[in-house]
Nanobody, 122 residues
Framework: QVQLVESGGGLVQPGGRLTLSCAAS????????MGWVRQPQIPQKKREMV?????????EIGDFVKGRVNITRNDARDKVTLEMAGLKESDTGVYYC??????????????WGQGTPVNVSS
């Protein structure tokens, strides 16, 4: 069974830093894009892309975090790490790891982690 396991998150003070990691496991044949999407705390806001490493290594960064994030992927392409700085209260929400995965005996699909909460508060 394919899984995306997240770590990091929690309570962070405004202006602080945060590191989130996500590791993929299971009968994986290939992973395409992999990165982070968040659900802001404000219920009316839709999920928004934070940062992604695309299949060939290009990066996509959300406008609202440009200049504040760094995302990296390991050589095996099954782990991504997101570093955020200058955190704001508006960064509060649940952060989900997301990846396009081709697994053994399964069609290509988009997989999600369970979500890790981030609370930016003093």
């Amino acid at each position: 069974q394919v899984q995306l396991v997240e770590s990091g998150g929690g309570l962070v003070q405004p202006g602080g830093r945060l590191t989130l990691s996500c590791a993929a496991s299971g009968p994986i044949l290939a992973i395409g894009a992999m990165g982070w999407v968040r659900q802001p705390q404000i219920p009316q806001k839709k999920r928004e892309m934070v940062a992604m490493v695309l299949e060939h290594g290009d990066l996509e960064i959300g406008d609202f975090v440009k200049g504040r994030v760094n995302i990296t992927r390991n050589d095996a392409r099954d782990k991504v790490t997101l570093e955020m700085a200058g955190l704001k209260e508006s960064d509060t929400g649940v952060y989900y790891c997301n990846a396009g995965i081709r697994a053994r005996d399964m069609p290509y699909g988009v997989y999600w982690g369970q979500g890790t909460p981030v609370n930016v508060s003093s």
